[in-house]
């Protein structure tokens, strides 16, 4: 199946749109669910796996949405396709990188997408843009329901939905807010943030969820409990937690600006004319660079470029994407190369 038509689009967790969208790039609220007629994902055999994809599929597909769901086949897909559907957040790199059977479905504003076969045999998942926890909720809810008529859930009495993984086992939902928090990063504040959020049992991982390293001052808190915890406690825990963290990076902005606006200044300057000329750039110094433009954009230092634009070169950047963008595959060196390229292009009007 032919992807490419997806480099040319920002996808839901980039719009910038939504409440407090500054900070806050996205929401995310994803539930784990598995049938109770099959073993799981890594204990059913190759034609266990194959049969649970076809009977998700066919259900997955006659789902009564708004938007319809595009059912695509991951084992089926080259590997740069694959990582293309990473990049945008539509799948997991565990899905990825599995084998077997899989596959993901997702709408044409990449706003719902549903993962068979990975660590569980379906990962529901909704995105919004900027702080939405509970529109998401609400989505998902009903997305589940509409599922849950069509097929029989793994379900216990006590327990609640059950899981792979035993730390998703109860409500099997997992909300994540996106942040980008360059001022606290800045300001030396993270380390005091990220022990507060573990002490009240809340995970702070990279742009691309678990395993993943920060990049671009991104980082995603989420919770880690979901066993005898209501969703609406999980997600007001997590609404007041984020609001916070909103307060610390509003505070540590106007900080700089008041104390060290000239080398504030400087900083996202820098990052510009980087972005404009350099002949060699690499995924983490354009994340890097692309952030302190972003927060330029947003303290009113920078006025001839477009959140729109930097949003854009965010995911588009992105090794697969690029290789997508300029058609064909490259090495590090050529895909460092290609990427300045592409960013003095884009970025050529703001010269």
Aim: hydrophobic share 40%; net charge neutral.
């Amino acid at each position: 199946m032919n992807l490419d038509a997806l480099t040319s689009t920002t996808g839901e967790w980039l719009r910038g749109t939504g409440p407090e969208s500054d900070i806050v790039i996205s929401t995310r609220i994803r539930l784990a669910r598995n049938l109770a007629s099959f073993p799981f994902t890594h204990r059913a055999t190759p034609q266990q796996r194959a049969e649970i994809e076809s009977l998700l599929r066919d259900r997955i597909t006659r789902l009564d949405l708004p938007h319809p769901l595009r059912y695509v086949s991951v084992a089926a897909l080259a590997p740069l396709d694959r990582q293309l559907l990473v990049e945008r957040q539509l799948i997991s790199r565990e899905l990825a990188n599995g084998e077997g059977p899989r596959g993901v479905a997702f709408d044409d504003r990449e706003a719902v997408s549903i993962m068979v076969n990975e660590e569980d045999q379906l990962r529901l998942q909704v995105m919004r843009s900027g702080l939405a926890l509970e529109q998401a909720w609400h989505e998902i809810d009903h997305l589940d329901d509409l599922l849950e008529a069509k097929v029989c859930y793994a379900w216990h009495e006590q327990y609640g939905y059950l899981t792979a993984c035993p730390t998703n086992v109860g409500t099997g939902l997992r909300a994540s807010v996106m942040l980008h928090l360059p001022a606290i990063g800045l300001t030396r504040q993270f380390e005091k943030v990220l022990r507060s959020l573990q002490k009240i049992n809340l995970v702070v991982r990279g742009l691309y969820g678990e395993g993943s390293r920060a990049s671009g001052d991104f980082f995603q808190v989420s919770n880690q409990i979901t066993l005898g915890r209501s969703e609406t406690t999980v997600l007001s825990e997590l609404q007041g937690v984020v609001s916070k963290i909103l307060s610390y990076e509003r505070n540590a902005r106007a900080a700089l600006m008041a104390e060290k606006r000239m080398e504030l200044q400087d900083r996202v300057s820098r990052a510009l004319g980087a972005l404009q000329h350099a002949t060699m750039m690499t995924s983490d110094e354009t994340m890097e660079l692309l952030s302190s433009v972003r927060l330029g954009i947003n303290l009113g230092l920078l006025d001839d470029i477009s959140m729109d634009a930097v949003n854009e070169l965010f995911v588009q950047t992105q090794p697969s994407h690029l290789q997508k963008l300029v058609g064909g595959p490259l090495d590090g060196e050529e895909r460092n190369a290609a990427r300045a390229r592409y960013l003095r292009t884009r970025l050529r009007h703001t010269a």
